[in-house]
T-cell receptor, first 114, second 113 residues
Framework: EAGVAQSPRYKIIEKRQSVAFWCNPISGHATLYWYQQILGQGPKLLIQ????????DSQLPKDRFSAERLKGVDSTLKIQPAKLEDSAVYLC????????????FGQGTRLTVV | AQSVSQHNHHVILSEAASLELGCNYSYGGTVNLFWYVQYPGQHLQLLLK??????LVKGIKGFEAEFIKSKFSFNLRKPSVQWSDTAEYFCAVIPYGNNRLAFGKGNQVVVIP
């Protein structure tokens, strides 16, 4: 079974620039998550999709972060403009039904904002 | 604020030693509990989970965890660690009806051969 694919693996940008991350979940998984993991902390949920609808985006900084999941499959997460404190690993995960079924994680995208 | 607490962020031990990682949560009511592991250079993966039933849960690679409701705890244990257990371990909790997987800060475990 193919895992959750994310790209790019690494990204370095200057503050105030924009950046986008891409995620392809496991085929057939209805739920997709984006997490932010800052160094030394556990992953923090940014947004959760059920198919192509948003279930939870309460912790997404909506003034600069946006995410979409077109056709209920792939998803993109965008940051515009980036701040220094956005430096983190951005993890995508998917699960068959909801988070109570096992969530499978991608390798993540390491973002460095300079 | 509701949270998941993991103490002793860095743990260093020798092969064959026993490992216990503590996890406490502050959510009231029913919760689903998880331990995830991230080996160096790899993605997060599920180690074990507890939803209901026997509070002693056995996972992969000889790990087990015990849910103690009265202590709001879900501690992870392994009687004899191997060098390959070097990894970061995360406790995670889903409060019933919330559907948000909340992670602790993680424990970085290094096993010395």
């Amino acid at each position: 079974e193919a895992g959750v694919a994310q790209s790019p693996r690494y990204k370095i940008i200057e503050k105030r620039q924009s950046v986008a991350f891409w995620c392809n979940p496991i085929s057939g998984h209805a739920t997709l998550y984006w997490y932010q993991q800052i160094l030394g902390q556990g992953p923090k949920l940014l947004i959760q999709f059920q198919n192509n609808g948003v279930v939870d985006d309460s912790q997404l900084p909506k003034d600069r972060f946006s995410a979409e999941r077109l056709k209920g499959v792939d998803s993109t997460l965008k940051i515009q403009p980036a701040k220094l404190e956005d430096s983190a690993v951005y993890l995508c995960a998917s699960s068959y039904r909801d988070v109570n079924t096992e969530a499978f994680f991608g390798q993540g995208t390491r973002l460095t904002v300079v | 604020a509701q949270s998941v607490s993991q103490h002793n962020h860095h743990v260093i031990l020798s092969e064959a030693a026993s490992l216990e990682l503590g996890c406490n949560y502050s959510y009231g009511g029913t919760v689903n509990l998880f331990w995830y592991v991230q080996y160096p250079g790899q993605h997060l993966q599920l180690l074990l989970k507890y939803f209901s039933g026997d509070p002693l849960v056995k996972g992969i690679k000889g790990f087990e965890a015990e849910f103690i409701k009265s202590k709001f705890s879900f501690n992870l244990r392994k009687p004899s660690v191997q060098w390959s257990d070097t990894a970061e371990y995360f406790c995670a909790v889903i409060p019933y009806g919330n559907n948000r997987l909340a992670f602790g800060k993680g424990n970085q475990v290094v096993v010395i051969p």
